[in-house]
């Protein structure tokens, strides 16, 4: 496999975003997200104001996305994160090459830190994001609260 190309995600993306979330969706376990899940709920996400999204794709297909954007439970100098990585992609860089892009946008959009909410089941989940830097901050009964300082 070559080296996938990060980019912004735009909207003619969504349907790939999405069947990429959807197949996430259907394994369980490691988001909180339920039900099925369109390429029109993709871009109405998309089309949230303060929201940067970004793709990693190789050959025209989508392997990967991440997305960081505010969140009214978090204070204003902090972004919520969430990453999905084709099930069949795991363990091949597109996670780190994505957060790469992601934590520069960030950054450069004036945020000071980077909330992961991760449920506890998820343990590929809580694994990237200590190895990305997250510190954990808090927890609840099914998920871990972990923070990256810009």
Known sequence: MGDPTIRRAQPFDAG??????QAIIDKGGTTALRGPVMGADLRDWMAQTDTIWHVAELDGDILGFQ????NSA??????DIATFVDLD?????????????SRKAAKAA??????ATIRKENTGGLSYYQSRGFEPYGQDAEREHRRYLL
Do not use: K
């Open 89 to 101: 992609r795991h363990g091949l860089g597109i996670g780190t090459r994505l957060f790469d892009a």
């Open 74 to 79: 978090l204070p204003p100098q902090a972004c």
């Open 110 to 115: 004036g945020f000071a830190w980077i909330n």
């Open 67 to 70: 997305w960081i954007g505010p």
């Open 16 to 21: 790939a975003m999405a069947a990429l979330l």
